[in-house]
């Protein structure tokens, strides 16, 4: 398991990959700047849907997350974003 101090983040090639995936047109570049800026958004967003869904289990008294918590959670944390 990873250390809290560990910074774990996504990939730029796979944060890149997958936004270029959307574009219409072939010529359409994306900088290192905003490929940085979504990663990091994602890791926010992934973070905050780990936090939540902790404390929805814990408010459950379960001693584990599950998928139910994660799914609970979901509406107002798309909603937060």
Not at 23 to 30: Q, S, V
Not at 34 to 41: Q, R, S
Not at 63 to 70: R, S, T
């Given at each position: 398991?990873?250390?809290?101090n560990?910074d774990?983040?996504f990939?730029?090639?796979?944060i890149?990959?997958?936004l270029?995936?959307f574009?219409?047109?072939?010529?359409?570049?994306?900088?290192?700047?905003?490929?940085l800026?979504?990663?990091?958004?994602?890791?926010?967003?992934?973070?905050?849907?780990?936090?939540r869904?902790?404390?929805?289990?814990a408010?459950e008294?379960?001693?584990?997350?599950?998928?139910?918590?994660?799914?609970?959670?979901?509406?107002?944390?798309?909603?937060?974003?």
């Amino acid at each position: 398991m990873a250390e809290k101090n560990e910074d774990i983040g996504f990939k730029k090639d796979t944060i890149s990959k997958l936004l270029s995936s959307f574009f219409k047109e072939d010529k359409t570049r994306l900088s290192g700047d905003a490929v940085l800026l979504v990663a990091e958004m994602l890791k926010v967003f992934v973070r905050e849907a780990a936090v939540r869904s902790q404390k929805q289990a814990a408010s459950e008294d379960c001693d584990q997350v599950d998928i139910e918590h994660f799914e609970k959670i979901l509406p107002q944390l798309l909603m937060d974003f």
